[in-house]
T-cell receptor, first 112, second 115 residues
């Protein structure tokens, strides 16, 4: 069974600090996705990582992928309050159809 | 706005009611999805439609009945639901087709409460 585990599930941090969210998955996959969800809002796609060693950055967020370790990280640099949200990783998986298998999400609260 | 709309945004229904959730995508995509999002649990994929054909049904109880009349519209018909069905129901779409086309775009969701 394919499992996707995010760590931590809840994170409270101060503005200006750095932190990393981890996403481990249990089988091979061709791509990994990071999404953001604000309370009461839709899921917004942040990054799609396609290959081993892939690194993508957008503002204060940087995502990386290590397919050998089956690990992706989402690094937050000098956090600001606007980054408070729940972050999900999802792993692409081909069964009878292509599916996304989701982590439980990391709720991030950034305090001024 | 992601180009995927859902109505209603909030729904309260009794266990004997029948209601429907609607999803519409304006992105020209060919695949559409229903997910259930419950508190502190991963997103649960319920149904997948590719080019209007249902290709996935993840052991969803029959009290949930999907309908996809065309590539732009997706419905979820609800009847005789249980309180544990209360959740946020999310619709998503993706381009479909080749391997580069699996990024999913989500609607805002319908918050369903079953009383």
């Amino acid at each position: 069974e394919l499992k996707v585990e995010q760590n931590p599930l809840f994170l409270s941090m101060q503005e200006g600090k750095n932190y990393t969210i981890y996403c481990n998955y249990s089988t091979t996959s061709d791509r990994l996705y990071w999404y953001r969800q604000d309370p009461g809002k839709s899921l917004e796609s942040l990054f799609v990582l396609l290959s081993n060693g892939a690194v993508k950055q957008e503002g204060r967020l940087m995502a990386s992928l290590d397919t050998k370790a089956r690990l992706s990280t989402l690094h937050i640099t000098a956090a600001v309050h606007d980054l408070s949200a729940t972050y999900f990783c999802a792993v692409g998986y081909m069964d009878s159809n292509y599916q996304l298998i989701w982590g439980a999400g990391t709720k991030l609260i950034i305090k001024p | 706005e992601t180009g995927v709309t859902q109505t209603p945004r909030h729904l309260v229904m009794g266990m004997t009611n029948k209601k429907s959730l609607k999803c519409e995508q304006h992105l020209g995509h060919n695949a559409m999805y229903w997910y259930k999002q419950s508190a502190k649990k991963p997103l649960e994929l319920m149904f997948v439609y590719n080019f209007k054909e249902q290709t996935e049904n993840n052991s969803v109880p029959s009290r949930f009945s999907p309908e996809c009349p065309n590539s732009s519209h997706l419905f979820l018909h609800l009847h005789t639901l249980q309180p544990e069905d209360s959740a946020l129901y999310l619709c998503a779409s993706s381009p479909g087709g080749g391997l580069s086309s699996y990024e999913q775009y989500f609607g805002p969701g319908t918050r369903l409460t079953v009383t």
